[in-house]
């Protein structure tokens, strides 16, 4: 669609709201932002909401929720509508019965009357005589009497797309030209018996009615392209769609184990993302890896950066592996390239009540905006913050058994008594000083830096890992930490 005559680029983020958004779906939308900030185009999103028995509310909110937390922006869609309103197909029934009944008319659909057990039996024998196993055509050209007696039994009808009887032919934006021959794609249903349309119709009617040029979605949704492509063809028959679009089939997300990474997969929930603590930036940045690259040589940049790249023909054809480790890696580049500000205040959600016993009051905007900077440049997920600081703002240190255990081997009771002496006559104003005093404490125990500064830590934060140690102290103060050795001094003792 690249000719001088294309008309500009609209694509659309058609989600069905059944549940909570996962990593494919979020890559979907992505993609076709990409192309459309790329292009300077525009962005329709829709809500495809006509099964009203899996869609929900809550899934209609969040997908919205999350859409914008990511900061993907649509230019037509819910709440800010658009020359195509409705974006809900539950708003758009009465369109569908009208270019259903249209199709009709013309001959492009018919009045199917078999029975699910009638069709069941009929493919049954056409698998077990080797001939293709999809609808049979039996009710495309039915007489008028044939009609009638059927109506007379009672029997309920679906209506069905005519399929052309030539294959199908479209250039794939990601894999190429593709073609699909009559027998593999039979006529198909697009009305179901009690009126309701369902997703082979209305898909394609919005994106025609909705002037899209490109459609990018999930391999996934490839067998359905064919019958669209010349549900198109009918549609620009009728005057009622102007080109058929281009389609770009991105390539599946593969999970653990190589299998292909599914909705249900814990892994694949975005929430798990949010709550986690990535930054936005930080996943869109690693999904859109998930098929595409950035360049040989880099895989970490901005989203401005990735506007000004991405272009659905680099999309490659093949599977893309989710790998948890690396979009972890890739959030973390994204905390250090946040100013302090931008970090401290983006870690809030995970500084405020992560405990009973955490009051308000004990917030402590000083040693925060002290710690933050040696926390920006260790975590890899904003959660992580939660531990590496609880310290400063408990009254005492979290009890870990396993952390008391494993720092509290040899003799930490007569480490822990010089380490607090040296400590106590250290330049608390000095994280290097309050090295020197452990480092000196260590030595006379015949203890290295490493040996002699886990007691220390356990007594002070509770944890054998956490933030630089001696910084963490300056940053606590002499008289906690001091009171905080004598307590573990107290409990070795007990
Ligand atoms: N509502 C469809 C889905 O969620 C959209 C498919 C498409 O993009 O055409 O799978
Ligand atoms: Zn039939």
């Given at each position: 669609?690249?000719?001088a005559t294309s ?5 659309r983020?058609?989600p ?8 494919g ?23 495809e909401?006509t ?5 929900s ?11 914008r937390?990511l900061g ?12 195509h ?6 708003e758009r ?9 249209k ?8 009045d ?7 069709l069941?039996?009929?493919r049954?024998?056409a698998?077990a005589?080797?001939?293709p ?7 495309r050209?039915l007489t008028a ?10 029997r309920p009808s ?5 399929m ?11 894999r ?5 021959t009559?027998?593999?794609v039979?006529?198909?249903?697009i009305v ?9 119709l ?7 009615l ?13 067998s ?6 010349a549900?198109?063809?009918a549609?620009?028959?009728l ?8 389609f ?12 292909k990474l ?9 929430n798990?993302?949010?709550e986690?603590?990535?930054?936005p ?5 690693y ?9 040989a040589?880099?895989d ?5 950066q990735l506007?000004?790249?991405?272009d659905?023909?680099?999309?490659n054809?093949?599977?893309a592996?989710f ?11 994204h ?12 870690c809030?959600?995970?500084l405020?009540?992560p405990f009973?016993?955490w009051?308000?009051?004990?917030f402590?905007?000083?040693a925060?905006e ?6 920006q440049t ?8 939660t531990?590496?600081v609880d310290?400063?703002f408990l ?7 396993a ?7 040899g003799?930490?009771a ?11 006559a250290?330049d ?6 309050l090295k ?13 830096l ?10 002070v ?21 001091l009171?905080r050795?004598d ?8």
């Amino acid at each position: 669609m690249a000719s001088a005559t294309s008309p500009p680029v609209r694509v659309r983020f058609c989600p069905s709201p059944t549940g909570n958004p996962h990593v494919g779906l979020v890559r979907t939308a992505l993609f076709n932002w990409a192309f459309a900030r790329h292009t300077g185009g525009t962005m329709v999103f829709r809500i495809e909401d006509t099964d009203a028995a899996r869609d929900s509310e809550e899934s209609y909110n969040q997908l919205l929720d999350s859409m914008r937390w990511l900061g993907l922006d649509w230019d037509e869609g819910p709440e800010i509508g658009g020359p195509h309103a409705p974006y809900r197909q539950s708003e758009r029934m009465d369109i569908y019965a009208d270019v259903a009944k249209k199709l009709q008319d013309a001959g492009h659909a018919y009045d199917c009357y078999c029975s699910t057990p009638e069709l069941d039996e009929r493919r049954t024998a056409a698998r077990a005589a080797g001939r293709p196993s999809g609808y049979d055509g039996h009710c495309r050209d039915l007489t008028a009497e044939q009609v009638e007696a059927y109506q007379a039994e009672g029997r309920p009808s679906i209506v069905r797309f005519r399929m052309p009887d030539e294959p199908i032919t479209f250039t794939d934006l990601v894999r190429g030209e593709l073609t699909f021959t009559p027998e593999n794609v039979p006529d198909f249903g697009i009305v179901r018996a009690n009126g309701a349309p369902l997703y082979t119709l209305v898909n394609p009617v919005d994106d025609a009615l909705m002037e899209i040029t490109h459609v990018l979605r999930g391999e996934d949704l490839l067998s359905s392209t064919p019958r669209q492509v010349a549900l198109y063809k009918a549609l620009i028959e009728l005057g009622l769609a102007k080109y058929v679009p281009a389609f770009g089939h991105l390539p599946y997300v593969m999970g653990e184990g190589n299998k292909k990474l599914s909705k249900r997969d814990p892994e694949a929930s975005l929430n798990l993302y949010r709550e986690r603590g990535f930054l936005p930036e930080g996943l869109l940045n690693y999904l859109s890896l998930l098929g595409w690259s950035f360049s040989a040589d880099q895989d970490v940049f901005t989203v401005a950066q990735l506007i000004e790249k991405f272009d659905i023909a680099d999309v490659n054809a093949n599977p893309a592996r989710f790998d948890l480790k690396k979009a972890e890696a890739i959030n973390a580049d994204h905390i250090r390239m946040l100013d302090v500000k931008a970090f401290a205040e983006a870690c809030t959600p995970w500084l405020r009540a992560p405990f009973a016993n955490w009051a308000p009051e004990a917030f402590d905007q000083a040693a925060w905006e002290a710690i933050a900077p040696h926390a920006q440049t260790r975590l890899q997920v904003l959660s992580d913050i939660t531990a590496n600081v609880d310290f400063l703002f408990l009254d005492e240190p979290v009890h870990d058994e396993a952390s008391w255990a494993k720092a509290m081997k040899g003799e930490p009771a007569a480490l822990l008594t010089t380490a607090r002496a040296k400590l106590e006559a250290a330049d608390w104003s000095s994280a290097e000083a309050l090295k020197e005093a452990v480092l000196a404490a260590g030595e006379e125990h015949g203890l290295k830096l490493g040996k002699a500064q886990a007691p220390v830590r356990v007594a002070v934060t509770g944890r054998t890992v956490g933030l630089p140690l001696f910084e963490s102290l300056e940053i606590l103060g002499k008289d906690k930490a001091l009171t905080r050795i004598d307590a573990a001094l107290a409990k070795l003792a007990a």
